[in-house]
């Protein structure tokens, strides 16, 4: 089975910053896309930051200038470097992978289980 294990979370005054990562593991045979979502209380999940495979990257408006995703694919982690961190990027952040498993079969998005970010004022 894939998985997906974000880590570093953590507390954080407004300004400063966090890096996150994100190691997928288990059965695969290629890793497509690579993304970071986030969700805050009472908020939808957003689409935070993309990489694909090639490395091509996408950002959401609010993160754009701040934040910067990155992969590894000899490792298979994906990170999330967030810069100038303000109170509305509290949130819970998801790593995700689009995950080919076999040749013969199409990519499937996996999810982590989410590591929480506060940012206080």
């Known amino acids: 089975q894939v998985q997906l294990v974000e880590s570093g979370g953590g507390l954080v005054q407004a300004g400063g910053s966090l890096r996150l990562s994100c190691v997928v593991s288990?059965?695969?045979?290629?890793?497509?896309?690579m993304n970071w979502y986030r969700q805050a209380p009472g908020k939808q999940r957003e689409l935070v930051a993309a990489?694909?495979?090639?490395?091509?990257?996408n950002y959401a408006d609010s993160v754009k200038g701040r934040f910067t995703i990155s992969r590894n694919n000899m490792k298979n982690t994906v990170n999330l470097q967030m810069n100038s961190l303000k109170p509305e990027d509290t949130a819970v952040y998801y790593c995700?992978?689009?995950?080919?498993?076999?040749?013969?079969?199409?990519?499937?998005?996996?999810w982590g289980q989410g590591t929480q970010v506060t940012v206080s004022s």
């Open positions: 990489v694909s495979s090639g490395g091509s990257t």
């Open positions: 995700s992978a689009d995950v080919r498993v076999r040749i013969t079969t199409g990519s499937v998005a996996y």
């Open positions: 288990g059965s695969i045979y290629r890793i497509n896309a």
